[in-house]
């Protein structure tokens, strides 16, 4: 008997360390580690003079203990119910402010002992700064005075952030509208003691068609309808700066709030019920109402019903009025736009939008402005007879550019651009915007001219550049290249037409980013603004360059290969193992899918969403490694994905082995999301590979039936795309070391934690070396300390045993 004991003892440990680990938190080698322990660098933002600079300081990683905070998803929101904001949100830490001429920067006095700060405003005369602090009780309300670097709280009041930023400067900057949780709001319903009164039931329209994605947090009965409910409801209030309070309207499910560039009306959205089951608050019933500045109700300018059915693909929009907002260059007048195809991409018609102008107050029926032949993208206004309009269509991956005159009711359309959205090599850049007379941003219009800014990517590398569009002659001129060739150079802004004085960015592979002004008119007229520290100095010194190689039938790679320091590229004696990051994206033309946007001068700034880190240990590291899927005429990207993938795989080992620096029977393969999904596939459809990492993906496509990625054709039109393209379908061809990580509460559509939790079991059960990690309280991406250095002990452990 002592001999069973002692088996069946052995049996059951056996076992226990077969099924899982349980092991405690750990942290990766100190080569790694030390690339983790830094400081963050403050996030920068200028008033529109650009006289003050506030600086926002928040920390590296959330912990743990931020994660485990109560939280309850409702309706595609995921909400604190005890502070009432949302539960994802990255708190400010810290705030100082300095007059960008001078040096020193000033800590902002007066701020809450632990500050957990967002929602920041500058207010219309940007002399003061709204933001808000979640305190132990909720959300506060708080004002920062920029001129004496002086923050106080202004309201006893809680407020209501669980859709949104709650708070909306007033005109005259003297006064805010703020979301405040109401007085004697009923208490939630703890869903795990309510029971229920009957069964849950969902019906269908018999014959109607619709095509819903796989929506993450949604409302599942109706205990879930009265929490979110009560959560949603806030009161509007006008608060002055001295903390006066004045009731503008009762409570309500307010979702957004906007005041007329005039200041003197204000468009406020309601929801409204029937609430679903199958779809995020973003498609529940909504009223919106213009209301003047006293409160009083001027008129409902639009009403939108539940909208559970939608179309088949990308361009699919709902019927009705959409896209309403304020016209910036005017007063105070809406502008909407109205699907011509009753919203159907499937539908033949010479026009697919109708865009719309209504004048306040309201009283006469909104004027038609223009019809435009693809679906409705923007629109940047000027002024009253200059703006700039987009129109799309995905499947042709057109994107055309008009010049609108608003003052016109025909012939007011002339085409600037028409080109592919994905040809990076033609793309004419952004235009340049300036503050108007309403301190709205509209677009710059200097002596008839137009400016555009671009990032200036080509084949032979990246020179932003600055171009004046002329309105006569629809011909640019360029005024500004950037032939910078060991730095990166981001323009963001024209600050002196005149003078030619611009803002910048300047880094390198080892400088962080910094601000300077630039005299574009004059050669290296510099003057700098910000002095931030590269936080990485031990990775300063490796190699980094942009490769570019071909595929097998011709189309045009890149990745950005990263050597560690000290190795010897010429003897190159020493072969290293590679490790390859990618994420696939779908093309329709080979000459868009060869194109790069790479720069080897850009900052390297490792973080656990790539391969960096490792350049340290001894690998070498192909990151952003390109891999193209494309579907060229009647054909689509999916039809041939796996043969594509895998021609990707091979390309870019190809690519390196050439070099002569690597062992090509050492090379890992990772990604995260689409990622993780390719990465699944290349190990099971190829023998490329030696080890692989495939975080938060999904890997039965028929879990996703109405499309995915790209994907538009549902699972019924194409079983055979879908299943060919599932790794869970041929799992039993998987034989490579796997690494599978997960977040334990994933909120991505389609990417559900159960999809690895599946893919997992399948392929223990069928014996394949394969290793989960569920990350506990982490979503799609990673934010807590504790779960991201675990994830880096992983994936180094997994690395140092299955490939170096």
Do not use: C
């Not at 994907?711 to 055979?720: A, D």
């Amino acid at each position: 008997m002592k001999i069973f004991y002692a088996s069946l003892l052995g049996l059951l440990l056996s076992t226990a360390m077969l099924a899982q680990e349980n092991i405690n938190y750990q942290k990766p080698s100190k080569e790694i580690l030390a690339l983790t322990e830094f400081e963050r660098a403050p996030t920068v933002s200028m008033d529109s003079k650009k006289e003050y600079l506030l600086l926002s300081y928040r920390s590296t990683y959330k912990t743990l203990e931020d994660l485990n905070e109560e939280e309850m998803k409702l309706a595609g929101l995921r909400i604190n119910p005890v502070t009432n904001i949302s539960s994802t949100v990255t708190y400010i830490s810290n705030l100082k402010i300095r007059k960008i001429k001078d040096a020193v920067e000033t800590s902002v006095k007066g701020l809450p002992a632990q500050p957990r700060i967002t929602h920041l405003s500058w207010s219309p005369d940007e002399r003061k700064i709204a933001f808000t602090h979640t305190g132990t009780q909720g959300v506060e309300l708080w004002i920062m005075d920029i001129a004496t670097a002086t923050a106080n709280r202004i309201s006893t009041d809680l407020l209501n952030a669980n859709v949104g930023n709650p708070i909306s400067w007033f005109k005259d900057s003297q006064s805010l509208l703020v979301r405040t949780l109401p007085e004697n709001r009923p208490a939630l319903i703890d869903p795990k003691v309510n029971i229920p009164l009957g069964p849950i039931i969902s019906t269908a329209q018999e014959g109607t068609v619709s095509q819903n994605r796989t929506y993450q947090d949604l409302l599942k009965n109706k205990t879930d309808e009265i929490n979110f409910e009560n959560l949603t409801t806030s009161a509007l209030y006008r608060i002055d700066l001295n903390g006066k309070k004045t009731l503008f309207k009762a409570p309500d499910m307010y979702v957004g709030e906007s005041f007329s560039p005039d200041g003197n009306y204000l468009l406020i959205t309601t929801l409204e019920r029937p609430f679903s089951y199958i779809v995020p608050l973003s498609r529940f019933p909504m009223k919106t109402v213009v209301y003047r500045t006293d409160g009083t109700a001027v008129k409902t300018v639009n009403q939108i019903p539940l909208n559970e059915i939608m179309p088949k693909g990308f361009m699919a929009v709902r019927e009705g009025k959409r896209n309403m907002a304020w016209r910036a260059d005017q007063p105070a007048t809406l502008y909407y736009v109205v699907a011509l195809d009753h919203g159907d991409p499937a539908e033949t018609v010479a026009f697919r939008d109708e865009i719309f102008s209504w004048q306040a107050p309201f009283d006469r029926e909104a004027a038609s402005m223009v019809k435009i032949p693809q679906r409705y993208n923007r629109i940047i206004w000027g002024n009253q007879n200059t703006a700039i309009l987009y129109d799309h269509w995905y499947d042709t991956r057109n994107l055309k550019t008009y010049l609108l005159d608003p003052s016109k009711s025909e012939n007011n359309l002339k085409i600037v651009f028409d080109r592919n959205s994905q040809d990076l090599y033609a793309d004419p850049g952004n235009f340049e915007t300036v503050k108007n007379d309403f301190d709205r941003y509209v677009l710059a219009i200097e002596k008839n001219q137009l400016y555009l800014i671009g990032e200036g990517h080509t084949n032979k590398g990246q020179n932003p550049f600055i171009d004046e569009l002329d309105l006569k002659t629809l011909k640019t001129k360029r005024l500004y290249t950037s032939v910078l060739k060991d730095e990166k150079e981001t323009i963001y802004s024209i600050e002196d037409f005149k003078k030619g004085k611009v803002l910048v960015a300047l880094e390198s592979s080892s400088d962080y980013p910094n601000y300077y002004f630039r005299n574009i008119y004059k050669k290296n007229d510099l003057t700098p603004i910000t002095h931030f520290k590269n936080p990485f100095e031990s990775i300063k010194n490796v190699y980094k360059e942009v490769i570019k190689y071909t595929r097998e039938d011709g189309v045009a790679l890149s990745g950005t290969l990263y050597l560690p320091e000290n190795y010897d590229r010429k003897a190159k004696s020493e072969k290293l193992p590679l490790l390859i990051w990618a994420y696939p994206t779908e093309y329709k033309d080979k000459n868009s899918a060869g194109q790069s946007s790479s720069n080897s001068n850009e900052f390297t700034f490792p973080y656990y969403g790539s391969f960096v880190y490792w350049v340290t240990k001894g690998y070498a590291v192909l990151d952003h490694a390109a891999f193209p899927i494309i579907g060229e005429g009647t054909e689509e990207p999916n039809d041939t994905y796996i043969k594509q993938l895998v021609a990707n795989g091979k390309a870019a080992i190809d690519a390196v082995d050439r070099l002569g620096y690597i062992d090509r029977k050492k090379v890992g393969v990772g990604g995260h999301s689409y990622g993780a999904f390719m990465t699944a596939n290349l190990l099971t459809h190829s023998d490329l590979f030696a080890v692989g990492i495939a975080r938060s993906g999904a890997y039965n496509r028929t879990l996703t039936p109405f499309g995915f990625q790209r994907e538009q054709r549902n699972y019924w039109e194409v079983p055979e795309v879908y299943n060919a393209m599932s790794p869970f379908m041929t799992a039993n061809k998987m034989k490579t070391p796997m690494l599978l990580v997960h977040g334990e509460a994933d909120n991505n559509p389609g990417t559900f934690t159960l999809q690895t939790e599946r893919y997992f079991q399948a392929l223990k059960g069928l014996g394949a070396p394969v290793r989960m990690v569920i990350l506990p309280k982490e979503s799609h991406s990673y934010v807590a300390k504790e779960n991201i250095l675990h994830l880096l002990w992983e994936q180094d452990q997994f690395l140092e045993k299955y490939l170096k």
